[in-house]
């Protein structure tokens, strides 16, 4: 017994140390994620009671948007619905959701009260995600004129964060 | 001015927490032993201060002085007053403040219980826990001051978050930390035992009803928390394995495992050092599930409040509270005797498998928990772990502890005759099989419902019978015999019977229940299993702070006349601008009807989700008796009695609370009273 007997605090101090890094990450995490900068992942997905064509963010290109993704499973997705909706309105912006993982009729009903997205695509197998490193949701990027990511949002929005970290970057790429 | 006064009470809670943390330790080490005597008056000075300080913040609330931003944050005028003393602990803040008021509390009962110990030992338990609070208290005044003004004030608050606008909310997070910080005195003890490099018996038994009360309200907690899951959001499920869920059931599970070590300890002089450890585990679980549902490193479905920048201060606290401990282990465990041998087979190596199968868990659940950060933590992409990976470790762990948790009261201390053994249960595992079999092949269920329904049988027979076998009513002195029974005893076997009724109940709600989700025109009817549902109207209902649609559904069975009626409402929270489900639930023997409105498509329809939830209600109630069994272990007359020797270094056993033997006389027999292990059962998903 007596050589394991500084295993329980090795143990601990490595899960601190963990912990801690992730820590640094999570304050971290409003700006970096290896997709700002680069184009947006292209992807061509069936819409949700759009216009039969499929979907791709070349669609939008010449114009600033948000992907917002989403999942009727989703509580705090459901929170965020009445944020973007707003965001898109007062910045003149299309928002368009990444249904993720989802069932299309649930999706449906999720959206009957208050329904943000000028377009809602079905990611049903959960491979445009991956290609956007969703991995909690809600999670909301912003795409530039040129299709290139400018800004990522990682979990529920609140008015706030929408109005002061959002709303200024949309604001910016608009003037521009 | 009431808020300053709160803010100045924490003030001086926080420097008499320094002086509970410094003087007394100071006194039982070098400085004059009068110090010691400073332990418990400042332990209870301190806990009447934070408790000074929550009536300020209760009354801010009460009369909504909005110029303190935390109630403007978290309450509205138009909020119901019992909510609104609630929304008290409904954010950061307060949640801190009642972590801190329920750990003043403990330390205040520690040093009310603490008259029989000698004064060296509660200065050391009352100096570990004035750490804590010393820690809790600074943290909550230097970056979370609920106290804090804004000037001028708010015309009205934000309200708070409707989910936590419900009655078993405002008793969820109290009972929690009752659990969590409960754990706090057991940890104290196993610190205060390391200081003193010392360990005899009547210090174990004096940790075990303290860790047993706070078990059982973590216990209770738990349950309140998936009950509240189950009721308000309205998906009918119970349990997600979400990670606050999970930080709440991993010192469960630890503090299960505690439980059943101390019996050990306490009647066979073994495991000592384990349980040490498990002691110091159980707590940095509850400190690490504040860390985890505070910090924000974990994006959970019910992250209410959460911020990074508090984060590095409790994981700050966290690294000098178990590190601490953990070093102190490291330095001074491995002078503890280690206490008596045991054979493999004997009831000491059952506990042990017990413990290890729990400890081994409560790990994996960890292991699930972390695992996504800690990858990404590492560069290595993004995943998610959700409940397949924890049903699928889980549950295998989970059957041997069920089969040996009806096995473990028949099994003697020391060494066990297996022949003798297996004539004993032979009956009641033929009975178990059978009769699980019989319902499994009637109903048809799945072969893991029906292994789920055996190891239910198992238990439920298993302890009965060893409870009857004990008393042997009928027979010569079966009232004597009943009297003999101790709060230990009873403890048990309804904890037991518990877990009985619990695995049962949650077998059989995840194997065999049904769901339809419907669309409804008014007038229209959908049937579940039996069950008609027809949507009779759906009429505007209104609330203190939300407006409402609420549906009135008429249930009748099969081609009968309606015998019930359901109403679920579909709620929009005007402050907060956020739309609820509120289901409506008939709630059974066996069975709970279960409805939830949904949306209303444009054409007219009511999206309506129909559920049919089999023995539901026993999950509550088998957990309900779990609890129970652990207030009753509590309460065992010998913990009361409970005096440290004076003269002998040897604890002498004061006679009482001797359970009946449970077989033949054993040749070994410690001074102290033998009895059967106050064990609490285990838990499935």
């Known amino acids: ?176 | 001015m009431i808020p300053e006064l709160g803010h100045f009470a924490l003030l001086l809670a926080l420097l008499l927490a320094a002086v509970q943390a410094t003087l007394p330790l100071a006194g039982t080490w070098r400085g004059p032993a009068r110090w010691m005597a400073l332990a418990r008056p400042t332990a209870l000075l301190q806990a009447a201060f934070v408790g000074l300080a929550f009536a300020a913040l209760l009354w801010s609330f009460a009369q909504a002085d909005f110029t303190v931003a935390y109630v403007t944050r978290n309450a509205n005028t138009q909020l119901p007053l019992a909510f609104r003393l609630a929304a008290a602990w409904g954010g950061h803040e307060g949640s801190l403040l009642l972590w801190a008021l329920i750990l003043a509390g403990w330390s205040g009962a520690v040093a009310l219980c603490s008259r029989t110990l000698p004064a060296d030992t509660v200065a050391r338990v009352l100096g570990v826990m004035g750490w804590i609070s010393v820690g809790f208290l600074a943290f909550l005044i230097f970056t979370s001051n609920p106290f804090e003004r804004q000037l001028p004030g708010a015309p009205d608050g934000n309200d708070l978050n409707p989910l936590l606008q419900d009655a078993g909310m405002i008793f969820h997070p109290p009972l929690l930390y009752m659990g969590y910080v409960g754990f706090a005195v057991a940890f104290a003890f196993a610190v205060a035992a390391l200081i003193e490099g010392r360990l005899d018996h009547t210090w174990i038994r004096w940790m075990r009803p303290w860790t047993l009360v706070a078990w059982a309200f973590l216990t209770l907690g738990i349950l309140l928390g998936s009950f509240w899951a189950y009721y308000e959001l309205g998906w009918g499920g119970w349990w997600f394995w979400d990670a606050v869920e999970n930080a709440s059931f991993m010192p469960w599970l630890v503090g299960t495992a505690l439980l059943h070590s101390l019996a050990v300890a306490e009647n066979r002089d073994a495991f000592k050092r384990w349980t040490l450890l498990l002691a110091i585990l159980a707590f940095a679980l509850s400190l690490l599930g504040t860390f985890l549902v505070r910090s924000g490193v974990l994006s959970s479905v019910h992250a209410f409040a959460s911020d990074p920048q508090r984060g590095l201060a409790i994981l700050a606290l966290l690294a000098v509270l178990i590190g601490g401990a953990l070093t102190l282990y490291a330095w001074r465990a491995p002078g503890l005797e280690s206490g008596s041998r045991f054979g493999w087979r004997s009831r000491e190596a059952a506990l042990l498998l017990n413990n290890l199968l729990l400890c081994v868990a409560a790990g994996s659940i960890l292991l699930g928990t972390l695992y996504p950060l800690a990858l990404e933590t590492l560069g290595a992409g993004r995943i998610s772990v959700g409940p397949p990976y924890f049903e699928s470790v889980f549950v295998p762990l989970m059957v041997p502890l069920l089969a040996l948790l009806g096995l473990g009261p028949w099994l003697h201390w020391k060494h066990v005759r297996g022949a003798e053994l297996w004539r004993r249960v032979r009956w009641v595992a033929a009975g178990s099989v059978v009769f699980a079999g019989a319902v499994a092949l009637t109903w048809q269920t799945s072969a893991g419902t029906a292994l789920g329904l055996l190891l239910a049988a198992w238990i439920g027979a298993a302890t009965v019978a060893q409870h009857l076998g004990q008393w042997r009513p009928g027979q010569p002195g079966a009232t004597q015999r009943w009297r003999t029974f101790t709060g230990a005893h009873w403890g048990m076997v309804t904890a037991h019977l518990g877990m009985a009724v619990f695995v049962a109940g949650a077998t059989l709600v995840s194997g065999s229940g049904a769901t339809e989700d419907v669309s409804l025109r008014v007038g229209d009817s959908a049937t579940l299993r039996d069950h008609v549902f027809t949507l009779r109207r759906v009429e505007d209902a209104r609330g203190p702070n939300y407006i409402a649609a609420r549906a009135v559904f008429d249930v009748a069975e099969g081609e009968g006349a309606p015998t019930l009626q359901l109403q679920p409402e579909r709620r929009f929270y005007t402050v907060q601008q956020m739309p609820m489900t509120e289901a409506a639930i008939d709630r059974g023997f066996t069975r709970d009807l279960y409805v939830s409105l949904g949306e209303r498509l444009p054409d007219g329809r009511w999206v309506v989700r129909l559920q049919l939830k089999p023995f539901m209600g026993w999950v509550w109630s088998g957990a309900l008796l779990i609890a129970l069994g652990g207030f009753a272990a509590a309460l065992d007359r010998r913990y009361r009695r409970l005096k440290l020797p004076q003269a002998f270094p040897l604890p002498l056993g004061e006679g009482q609370g001797e359970g009946p033997p449970t077989a033949s006389p054993l040749p070994h027999r410690p001074l102290t009273p033998t009895l059967s292990p106050a064990g609490r059962g285990s838990s499935l998903p």
């Open chain 1, 1 to 176: 017994m007596r050589r394991f007997i500084l295993f329980p605090l090795l143990a601990f101090a490595a899960l601190a140390a963990f912990l801690g890094a992730s820590l640094g990450r999570a304050q971290s995490t409003e700006l970096p994620s290896p997709l700002i900068g680069k184009p947006a992942p292209a992807f061509t997905l069936t819409q949700l009671d759009g216009p039969p064509a499929p979907f791709g963010p070349r669609d939008f290109s010449g114009r600033v948007w948000i992907l917002n993704a989403w999942a009727s499973w989703c509580a705090p997705c459901r929170e965020e619905l009445p944020v973007l909706a707003e965001l898109s309105r007062e910045a003149g912006v299309p928002v368009v959701g990444l249904n993720y993982k989802d069932k299309p009729d649930a999706a449906r009903r999720m959206l009957v009260k208050v329904n943000p997205y000028e377009r809602t695509v079905l990611d049903s197998d959960g491979r445009v995600g991956l290609d956007y490193g969703v991995y909690g949701l809600p999670e909301t990027f912003i795409v530039d004129a040129r299709g290139i990511v400018r800004y990522k949002h990682t979990g529920p929005l609140s008015r706030e964060q929408a109005r002061e970290k959002l709303l200024p970057v949309l604001r910016q790429l608009a003037g521009k």
